[in-house]
Structure formats: C-alpha cells, structure tokens
C-alpha cells in the first residue's frame, strides 16, 4: 500500500489559481479590496467595516483576504439614491 504524502500547503499558487479563476470568468475588475472600495466610497476603512457589519454591502473572502464586488457597491448606492 502506497504512502499518502500531503504537500506543503502553498500560499502563493492557492492566490494565483484564485486569479487565474478570477480573469476566466471576467470577475477580477469587479472585485476591489477593502481600502479600494472605501477610496471609491470617500469613507474611511472603520466606516465600511461598519457598513459591511450592518449587512449594507455585502463582502468576500478569497485566500484569506476580504473583497468587495464594485457592483455591489453600485447597487447599495442606486438602492439609496
């Protein structure tokens, strides 16, 4: 019986795989990083923690970092106008 070997979990392929995903399915544009989206809001990154913790948009976490999709941003701000 053959001995499983378990490789070492590598951080930087899971991201690019994650990217090369990402641009397959044309997503990649969409998604902005937190200090992204809070530029593109005016607020600072406190405030749009708070408005992902009020469920007033809705986030992602992709490889252990959070993402916010630009057309979700636009939508909560077309719900408010």
Known sequence: ??????????????????KTILKENSLEEDLLTRKQAA???GVSLPTL?????????????????????KSDIIKALNKNA
Do not use: C, V
């Not at 019986?1 to 994650?18: A, C, G, S």
């Open 1 to 18: 019986m053959k001995e499983l070997h378990q490789k070492p979990f590598d951080k930087h392929q899971l991201r690019q795989t994650i």
């Open 39 to 41: 530029d593109l809001l």
């Open 49 to 69: 923690h708070s408005y992902i913790n009020k469920k007033w948009l809705p986030s992602y976490k992709l490889a252990g970092k959070r993402f916010l999709k």
